[in-house]
């Protein structure tokens, strides 16, 4: 469930390009043909799971997908995790529906990165580890971070 959310979570971390490399209809084909077997939803779920690694992909530039299609993706796994599979994203729902993890992990983020540019590895590092302590690892990536609850 957590690299399921993770992967909706990316959706938004795509920067679109001229051509696809990927078609989210088939996706869309899996899914529909799986829930259309007498409501199959393993299946559709494989099928998602399929897809988070090219979603995955995506973010890391190995694939391409244009915007419309990004756009079409971004509905379709919504629609699936959402709607129709009613699955929930835990960290979103806790405080009551209101997610005060994610910006408040941002924010302390955006302070390290800061930090690093400012060559302070001592804050840096200090606020990667205490993130690390309380359960959350840090990722660091080529083009900022990411992140995720352990």
């Not at 696809?20 to 829930?35: F, N």
């Not at 979103?92 to 690093?116: E, H, I, W, Y």
């Amino acid at each position: 469930l957590d690299r399921l959310m993770k992967a909706v979570e990316s959706l938004d971390k795509i920067k679109p390009s001229e051509q696809s490399t990927v078609d989210p209809a088939e996706l869309e084909t899996r899914c529909r043909e799986a829930l259309d077997d007498d409501l199959n939803s393993p299946m559709a779920i494989s099928a998602l799971f399929d897809w988070v690694r090219i979603i995955n992909q995506l973010v890391e530039g190995q694939q391409r997908i244009t915007a419309a299609d990004l756009e079409k993706l971004r509905e379709i796994v919504r629609r699936y995790v959402f709607d129709i599979l009613g699955l929930r994203d835990e960290k979103a729902a806790s405080a009551g529906g209101k997610d005060l993890v994610t910006p408040l992990v941002n924010m302390l983020l955006d302070l390290r990165q800061t930090a690093k540019t400012e060559k302070n590895w001592a804050l840096s590092d200090k606020i990667r580890d205490e993130l690390t302590a309380i359960g959350i690892r840090v990722k660091d990536r080529k083009d900022g971070c990411d992140w995720e609850i352990e």
